[in-house]
T-cell receptor, first 114, second 111 residues
């Protein structure tokens, strides 16, 4: 049973480029969550998605950031026109049903902006 | 907004010592969970609590869901070097996915 798979593990982008982070949830999980973690800090909620629906995006910046979880394929967190402040570890988690259930995390994508 | 206060922020202890950390909130929740994050990895669930007053153990780890539903603590007995990491508490709500994590407790164990 594969866990939550995130790729790439490390991503380097120059300022102004686009970053695409992928997350494949655990088998049988239809709920996906994205978090951002800055060095020496905790996990900050960004967005909660079900298949083809955004349930809660209150933690995601209004500009440049978007997320999707299509019917087929992984969930994508997209950051357009990246800036230095976007450098962080981005974690994806999944759960089988609602958000009250324990979430299982991937190992994250470490985004570095040059 | 909702916040979790997790303490202590960090601990540096001797191998074999017991450890205790806790999380408090001004709001009532139905779920408390504890995670551990090793360097360079994602958080891993340690213990999940669903009932006020619940006391649950997982090996050397014990966690309790406070009677008031506003707090939880995690104890680690007889610490070993592999206990090193960051421990996070989390509460859950079934209404939205906006799940709040505590700031984390960084544990270092001296052999």
């Amino acid at each position: 049973n594969a866990g939550v798979m995130q790729n790439p593990r490390h991503l380097v982008r120059r300022r102004g480029q686009e970053a695409r982070l992928r997350c494949s949830p655990m088998k049988g999980h239809s709920h996906v969550y994205w978090y951002r973690q800055l060095p020496e800090e905790g996990l900050k909620f960004m967005v909660y998605l079900q298949k083809e629906n955004i349930i809660d995006e209150s933690g995601m910046p209004k500009e440049r950031f978007s997320a999707e979880f299509p019917k087929e394929g992984p969930s994508i967190l997209r950051i357009q026109q990246v800036v230095r402040g976007d450098s962080a570890a981005y974690f994806c988690a999944s759960s089988p049903t609602d958000s009250n259930q324990p979430q299982h995390f991937g190992d994250g994508t470490r985004l570095s902006i040059l | 907004g909702q916040q979790l206060n997790q303490s202590p922020q960090s601990m540096f202890i001797q191998e074999g010592e017991d450890v205790s950390m806790n999380c408090t909130s001004s709001s009532i929740f139905n779920t408390w969970l504890w995670y551990k994050q090793d360097p360079g990895e994602g958080p891993v669930l340690l213990i999940a609590l669903y009932k006020a007053g619940e006391l649950t153990s997982n090996g050397r780890l014990t966690a309790q869901f406070g009677i008031t539903r506003k707090d939880s603590f995690l104890n680690i007995s007889a610490s070993i070097p592999s206990d090193v990491g960051i421990y996070f508490c989390r509460h859950g709500s079934s209404n939205t996915g906006k799940l709040i994590f505590g700031q984390g407790t960084t544990l270092q164990v001296k052999p």
